[in-house]
């Protein structure tokens, strides 16, 4: 009874006071989105950024030369026209008359500033090489030149012209990403790092910043000197970090918040039988795979390595481990990728009968020299996580047919990562890459021989490397796309990677927030989307 | 009085100075650093990050410069949360944590010292069987459990109160961390109280108060209660220590911006400074608790004195 008295007027009381929130809210008559979003950000300096839930934030903040539309195709944005020389290397980008949230005026002079500062070594920036493109770049970045040396200038307020490296097909796309978005040159100078403070923030997107506070929210509020603040039709964002991907959906369900931006894989199944239509699975610019270092003695073998890939069961591994929150993979660029239309190499494997797979991948075990005389012990390293452990078990199970005796080694995020990158003792190990951009090169650049700190798999096939050199070099785009299809044909020939699975991305969206349309980017900036009661 | 806690507090700077010492070399001895993720950095970008954060330099010369640091009390800047410095986090996130806790542990404190007396006072009776099957239920269920449950059915289900969130801590945001966080130290008190409570009734000094033909309500409330306290009292240190520094689940959980997930979120990014400074928190609050707890101890108890 005690208990009773004592939590009833609680709950009255937690009542009224919810009763004068959305008496106040409704006065103010104010359109909010609260969003949910992956993560905290670390950052909300465009130059130091990395994650997705910075770019999902920075998106609405800021708008670059180019931009994404809601269906993330590459559209105009403070760039009117752009372009380019005959050779492909200098671009030549005519700025319209926007401005900054304070009301200064948009130049060339910021986009100049906003280029040598990420690529300063002093700024630390994590994604300075998406503009190694630009002529000197990479030096600059190393601190061999000056930033003043880099091939950006500003013809004059509204002309910016920039010099590449290499004619740079894909170049449009990395000027979306939020790296190569400007800051406010006098802004940077004055608070220096700290430009990024509710209070200091000047940006020139739809939003400028009201509040930031870690693992709360970041509020953000409608930029009346954005160009098109009256095309903007929702005034507030409140993006709610969620680590924990239950809690979203809980909120969501509660009617808290209007969207999620990923989803327990677990739940899938229950939460498309519940929520029907605002369970939005879409293919992403993503692949899990399996590296094999193709170093040790074992996987030396291309037959040992491809007949491992061929084993894998990867339908089983989507839909029943993943349940379906990823799609099976044969090779290593996503399908749907920019400047890849025709998609992958064909793998010729991958259709057959799964007996007749198996007789294949056991042949090519015992050419090699394996059979169960002489099983090949492998270890399996993978990153903490339940899925992680999931398809590691069941891969183990899968090659027993091959007589390949499994053990796993666990370890953290962290750890697992950095064993990758300065050891080379590891045999198979889990890895994902999510593309920055969307064109294949962003890819296959991975298997490079001189990309060590990507190269997991240490695949070394000059071959490959001349093919990948010789698609930097062409400026036919059809000619490329074949090119850079040979190269990853030879990727599934050597069998240098375990092509597994392409993510999706997961959403949850409200009937009421109006304009999501799903992308393989998974871009979709708020000033494309209105809310309806 | 006044000596001893002085000289308490200064007897706690060594320890807390091994502590600091420890932390920081253990954490170094985990493989992997700050800039180690899913997504791997260019070698040339990882290079300018570690002279930015001075992980190119000698540890023992981080070691020192951190001390150096933190004498001036400086905890250094955030490894992964760039645009905050470990006091700006900490300095946002431990009053939420403290407002929390310090509620939750005095609402456990009245629900568990009434719970436990009553059951005292009817001893083997249903009222007595309920509350010991509560607190059993209280101890056994983890919080991990409580919380969605709680947020799924008030929350979702009933919408009678936000299923997450701090919205500037409303009190209806509050509650049901609150109450996940409430609910084991409530059990945890009954028990305590309940135990004492009993042998404390049947004490001396209680027959005594008795026999001086005092009211029941007066024997139990002041003198057997304040006998009974005292293991709770002792129990209270390390509980409030850990409640007013948060906990990670309440708040991944409820989404609350607390400084509880910092220490896990930390210790599995590899942010250095920012699991120092958590360190250096938890280490501060336990000893001082320990001290309080001391100095309670001894107003209550006549017998303890501290000259």
Sequence with gaps: MLRMAGIRPLVAGALLVAGVFAGASTALAQVTYVRGNDANPETLDQHKTSTIAEANILRDLYEGLVIYSAKAEVIPGVAESWETSDDGLTWTFKLRDAKWSNGDPVTAEDFVFSYQRILNPETGAKYANMLYVIKNGEKVNKGELQPSELGVKAVDDKTLEITLENPTPYFLQLLTHQTSYPVHKASVEKFGSDFVKPENMVTNGPYKLVSFVPNDKVVLEKNPEFREADKVAIDRVEFVPFEERATCVRRFEAGEVLSCSDLPAEQLQSLKDRLGEQVHVVPYLGTYYYALNNKRDDLKDPR??????????????????????????????????????????????????????????????????????????LEISYSAGENHKNTATAIADMWKPLGVNVTFNVRDGSAHYSHLRDSDDYEVARAGWIGDFS????FLQLWESDNTGFNYSKYENPEYDKLMDQAAAESDLAKREEILRQAEALLVKDAAVISMLYYSSMSLVSPKLKGWEDNIQNAHATRWMSISE | MFGYVLRRLLGAIPTLFLIITLSFFLMRVAPGGPFDRERALEAKVLENLNRVFHLDR????????????????????????????????????????????????????????????????????WVDYGVTAVATF??????????????????????????????????????????????????????????????????????????????????????????????????????????????????????????????????????????????????????????????????????????
């Excluded at chain 1, 064109?439 to 962003?442: A, C, L, Q, S, Y």
């Excluded at chain 2, 470990?86 to 509620?103: F, H, K, M, R, Y």
Aim: net charge negative; aromatic share 8%.
């Design chain 2, 138 to 307: 209280g101890i056994t269920v983890p919080n991990f459990v409580v919380a969605p449950l709680l947020s799924l059915v008030f929350g979702v289900w009933l919408s009678l109160l936000p299923a997450g969130g701090w919205g500037n801590g409303g009190p209806a945001n509050m509650l049901l961390p609150v109450i996940t966080l409430a609910l084991p130290q409530v059990a945890v008190i009954a028990r305590l109280i309940r135990g004492s409570m009993i042998e404390a009734l049947r004490s001396d000094h209680v027959r005594t108060a008795r026999a001086y033909g005092l009211p029941a309500r007066m024997v139990v409330i002041v003198h057997a209660m304040r006998a009974a306290c005292l293991p709770v009292v002792s129990y209270l240190g390390p509980a409030a220590a850990a409640l007013l520094t948060g906990s990670v689940v309440v708040e991944t959980i409820f989404g609350l911006p607390g400084i509880g997930r910092y220490f896990v979120q930390g210790a599995l990014n590899r942010d250095y400074t920012l699991v120092m400074g958590t360190v250096i928190i938890i280490a501060v609050f336990v000893v001082v608790f320990n001290l309080v707890v001391d100095l309670i101890y001894a107003a209550l108890d006549p017998r303890v004195r501290y000259d």
């Design chain 2, 58 to 125: 000698p540890l023992w010369e981080q070691y020192l410069y951190y001390l150096g640091n933190l004498a001036r009390g400086d905890l250094g800047p955030s490894f992964i949360y760039r645009d905050f410095s470990v006091q700006q986090l900490l300095g946002s996130g431990l009053p939420i944590s403290i407002q929390l806790g310090a509620t939750a542990l005095l609402l456990a404190l009245l629900i568990g010292s009434v719970l436990g007396t009553i059951a005292a006072l009817r001893q083997n009776s």
């Design chain 1, 439 to 442: 064109d294949p090169v962003n």
């Design chain 1, 304 to 377: 040992v390595r491809q007949a491992l890939s061929m084993m894998v069961d990867r339908e089983f591994i989507a839909n029943e481990i993943w349940s379906g929150a990823m799609l099976p993979a044969y090779t290593f660029v996503p399908p749907g990728i920019g400047n890849y239309e025709g998609g992958g190499p064909k793998v010729e494997w991958a259709d057959l009968d799964p007996l007749d797979k198996e007789d294949q991948a056991i042949a090519l075990m015992k050419e090699a020299g394996f059979g169960p005389d002489n099983p090949l012990e």
